[in-house]
């Protein structure tokens, strides 16, 4: 399982993942969710997975060879986010069915994935594109885009991220959002990754990779323990004079 956040805001974005794919709980690996890469210099374009392992490498590595070998449609020959987002589809369509034209019935290949970037003068943004192919983007009412693990990490995100929410803020909301997920759900691990891209600086170089044991991370999570239940503890209390018990009931 694994868990990853796209912020989509009025200043740029923000992309979280955890690293750890499992397959069983004697099958724990580390393997990085956020993929970069290497296209002209008047666009960046990253891309979250989640999912079958073997589905999203295989994508990644057509995406790449796409770009080296100059095909017809690339990541450097779209002209918006949203013709990356159908062309990564179609990848995964394809790299899907071949694993099951193989014949192998208990085999799942299908994988989540969320593109996000800047393409030239066009607006920043982020897409998720499911199994199928198709995708969907976020809005103003909901700046955020999950794939993977996602129930958990929720509500922080709900209460708290707004479309002119500072990305640095954001950051650290998505990082709670994360901090969540690994508290209900194991299968949700350490390293974090974090990048945070500001609209039309055409670089990613606000990048943080978190360890398990990283001393802000500690930090972050305590103190955003702490507050919850002093937060808890000011609530105020019920008493029958507050709710009145339906008709029949007791």
């Known amino acids: 399982m694994t868990y990853c956040i796209a912020v989509s805001l009025k200043d740029g974005l923000v992309l979280t993942s955890d690293s ?6 004697d099958n724990v690996s580390i393997y990085g969710k956020m993929h970069a890469f290497n296209t002209n210099p008047d666009r960046k374009i990253v891309m979250l997975s989640a999912g079958n392992l073997a589905t999203t490498q295989s994508v990644i590595d057509q995406i790449k060879r796409d ?70 983007t976020t809005s103003r009412q909901t700046p955020y885009l999950q794939i993977g693990e996602n129930k958990y990490g929720k509500p922080v995100l709900d209460r708290f991220l707004k479309i002119d929410t500072d990305l640095h803020e954001a950051g650290r909301c998505c990082l709670i959002s994360m901090d969540s997920t690994m508290r209900s759900n194991a299968s949700v691990g350490a390293p974090v990754e974090l990048l945070i891209y500001t609209k039309d600086a055409m670089k990613l170089d606000e990048y943080y990779c978190f360890q398990e044991d990283n001393e802000y991370l500690i930090q972050l999570r305590r103190m955003w323990h702490e507050k919850l239940k002093e ?3 000011t609530l105020p209390q019920f008493s029958k004079d507050d709710a009145k018990p339906l008709p029949g009931c007791f």
């Open 67 to 136: 770009i080296k070998e100059h095909a017809e449609i690339n990541l450097n020959t779209v002209h918006y986010l949203s013709e990356a987002a159908e062309y990564l589809g179609r990848i995964s369509v394809e790299k899907q069915r071949r694993h099951t034209d193989d014949g192998q019935s208990s085999f799942n290949p299908s994988a989540t994935f969320i593109l996000a970037g800047q393409i030239a003068q066009e607006p920043h943004g982020a897409y998720l594109v499911y199994p199928e192919g198709n995708c969907i």
């Open 231 to 233: 937060a808890f503890a």
């Open 20 to 25: 750890r794919t499992n397959a069983g709980i």
